[in-house]
C-alpha cells in the first residue's frame, strides 16, 4: 500500500498567493473586466480567488473515512486521522495515522509539502518501530488501494496549474465558473482537470479528470460543504467515479477542527512515533 | 447562505471545539491487536540430532491496551506476547513487548518502561540496531525483538533530535529448541547463559543517538555501552552455552532521498573482550511506480555487507550480496510480493526468501512465505540450514 497527504484544499504560500490579491484588487470590476481578456488570464485569476479564500487557518485536525467499492457493490473501509498545520512560507505539514484496516493500524504518515522542490515523507511503521523516509516522487498512484490518486489529496496550488477559463455552467442549480487545468508536474498522472467553481464562495463542486491518453478517467463531486472560523469552507463528503473501472470511493470528513494548538511538535519524526 | 445562519454555524463549531476539550483531556482507553496461526511445511528430513518433525504448528496472539490522559501528553501502552509451538518448547514464550510510560512536553519526551527501539536504514541487515535482543525463535529474519527495559528522554531540537537511554536490565537471546528446525547442529542451551559483567543480567546500559534530517539527508549517529545482545557461543559439553559480554559500539547510518532511489548506508565499529571489529552495510532502493500506467508499483533492492571479521565464522555477512524486488498491487486488499536472495561472495551459499501477502476482509490477512537455503561450505552459519527449506502460511485475525 502506499500512502500520501490526504489533506484538501489548504493555502501553502500566504506571501505569494498576497502579491495575487494585490494584482485582484488592481483589477476592480472583476466580471466586466473579464470579457477583455484572455481565457488564461481569466482561468488564473479565478483560480488565484479560490485559493485567497483559503488562507490563514492556521492548523486543522479531522477524521475520514473512505469508502472503496468496486462495479459488483463490494465494499472496504479505511479509517483515518489527518492533522495539517498551515506554513507560512513553505507548503503546509501533515500527519496522516491510519486506524482501519486494522493490520495497518498505527501506521503513520508525515508529509513536509513544498511548492517547487518534492515533499519531504517519512512513514512510521508500527510492528518495527521503525520510520523510514521514503520517495515522495510517487504522485499518479492509488492512495491505500482507493481512486483517489496522491495528487488528488494535495491541497490545492496556484504554481501546480496552468489555467483556461472555458464558460459559466449551471450545475445542479448552481452557477458556476468552468475552468480547465493543466499540471505543471511532469509526474502527474493527468493531461487536464476540469473543475466547476461555484461563482458565491469559489469552492470546487465538480472535478473531471482526463489520463495521459486525454480520456475522460473519473469525476469527482464535493457535496455537504461546511463553513468554518467564518471563512474557510470544507466539503464533508467528496466521492470520486471511476468512468473506465466502475469503481467509486467516497470520503466522509467528520470533526473538523480548526486552530486546535498543534504546533511544530506535532509534526516531527518523535511524533511520527508515537501518533498511534 | 444567510450571515444569521453563517454565525450559527460558526458558533456551532467554536462550541463543538470547546466541548472536545475537556473530553478530550479525559483518560481514554482502547484495545487492539491481533491472533494468528502458522504452518510451516519443511521440504526435507532434518539432519541434525533431536529434530523429528517436518511439519510445525503454531499459534500466537499480540494484544495492545492503551490508555492516554492528559489531553493526550501521557500514555501506556501495554503490549503483551504468547507464541504456542507444536514440537518446539523454546519457541513456545510469552514476553512483554511493550509496557511503556510516554510523556510528551513541548521539546522533549520522556520514555519509561519496557519498549522497543529501532535504529537504522538498511533491508536485508540491521547493524546499528542495538537497543532490543532479538526474539530469535520467531524468524529466521532476526526482525522479531524482545521488550527491552529503558528509560528514554528524547529532546526535539532545531539541530536533531537526541535520545538519551539508560537501560536496566537485560534480555536473552531466545534460541531454537532440541526438537525445533531452522538451528545449528548443537543445541544452545539457555540455563548455561554467563555473562561477563559480574552484575549480570542487571548491568546498567547506556546509549546515546543524534538523529537529524538535513534535506534529502537524514543521519543518525549511535553509542551504545552494555552487555551485547549477540552472545559467544561457547561450546559445554554436548551443547552451546551463551556468553553475553560487555561491549561498547559506534554506529552511523544515512540515507539519502534522491527522487525515486532511496542510498542506504550503515556501519558500525564494536568493540569487546573477544572481537573488536567493523561492519558495513550498504546500498540502494529505487521505486518504478505505475508500471505500463497500471497501479502497480515494483521496487528494486541491491545491498552489500561487509564485516571485518571476514572468515572466523561470526559474522554471516562477511562479503555478501543481497538482491531484493517487491512488487505492490496497490488493490484494496493490499496484495504485495518480495523475493530476496543473499548470496555469500566467498563461500557461494545463498538464500532465498520469497513473500506474498494479502488482507481478506477488513480484518483478516494471510501469507505466503517460502525459503530455500544453499550452502556446501561449513564455515558459512548457512550450511546448518541447508536442509531446512520452509514453506510458510500464516493467517492472522486483527481486532
Known sequence: MRFNNASQNHSKHPLRTLAAITMLLATPLLSQHSLAISPEDRGL?????????????????????????????????????????????????????????????????????HIQDADDQWLFLPALKRVKRISSKNKSGPFMGSEFAFEDLTSFEVEKY??????????????????????????????????????????????????????????????????????????????????????????????????????????????LKRAR | MSTRKLNTLTLACLGGATMATPAAAQSEFEVSGRVGYESRIFVNDAIHPGQNNDSNNSIFIEPEFYWNWNNGDDGVIFKPYLRMDEHDSQRSHGDIRELLWVHVAEDWELKAGIGKVFWGVTEFQHLTDVINQTDAVEDVDGEDKLGQQMINLSLVRDWGILDLFLLPGFQERTFTGNHGRLRGPKVVDTNLARYESSAGENHLDAAIRWSHTLGDYDFGVSWFHGTNRDPVLVQQAAVLAPLYEQMDQFGIDL???????????????????????VALQGGFEYTYVGIKDTAMDIGLLLEYGWDSRGDDGSSGTQDDLFLGTRLTLNDIQSTEFLAGIGQDLDHGGYSVLVEASRRMGESWKLSLDARLYDSDNSVEPLYALRKDDTVQITLERYF
Not at chain 1, 89 to 99: A, E, M, N, W, Y
Open chain 1, 45 to 113: 485569476e479565478i483560480s488565484i480567488e479560490a485559493k485567497t479564500r483559503d488562507i490563514g487557518w492556521g492548523d486543522m485536525a479531522t477524521e475520514m473515512t473512505m469508502t472503496l467499492s468496486n462495479k459488483e457493490g463490494q465494499k472496504s473501509v479505511r479509517e483515518i486521522r489527518l492533522k495539517s498545520l498551515e506554513q507560512n512560507k513553505d507548503g503546509d505539514k501533515s500527519l496522516t495515522v491510519f486506524d482501519k484496516p486494522r493490520d495497518v493500524k498505527g501506521t503513520a504518515f508525515l508529509s513536509f509539502s
Open chain 1, 162 to 271: 496552468h489555467y483556461k477559463y472555458l464558460r459559466d455552467e449551471t450545475l445542479d442549480g448552481v452557477d458556476c465558473f468552468v475552468v480547465e487545468q493543466y499540471p505543471t508536474d511532469k509526474n502527474s498522472g493527468y493531461t487536464r482537470r476540469i473543475v466547476w467553481l461555484d461563482k458565491e464562495h469559489y469552492r470546487a463542486q465538480k472535478l473531471d479528470f482526463y489520463d495521459r491518453k486525454n480520456s475522460l478517467l473519473k469525476t469527482l463531486r464535493f457535496e455537504e460543504y461546511n463553513q468554518y472560523l467564518g471563512k474557510y469552507w470544507r466539503a464533508h463528503r467528496s466521492t470520486m467515479n471511476n468512468h473506465q473501472t466502475g469503481k467509486t470511493t467516497v470520503l466522509d470528513y467528520s470533526g473538523y477542527q480548526f486552530k486546535v494548538g498543534l504546533s511544530e511538535r506535532d509534526f516531527n519524526k518523535n511524533s
Open chain 2, 255 to 277: 540515507q539519502a532521498t534522491k527522487g525515486d532511489w532511496l542510498w542506504k548506508f550503515e556501519s558500525i565499529y564494536r568493540d569487546s573482550n573477544s572481537d573488536s571489529f
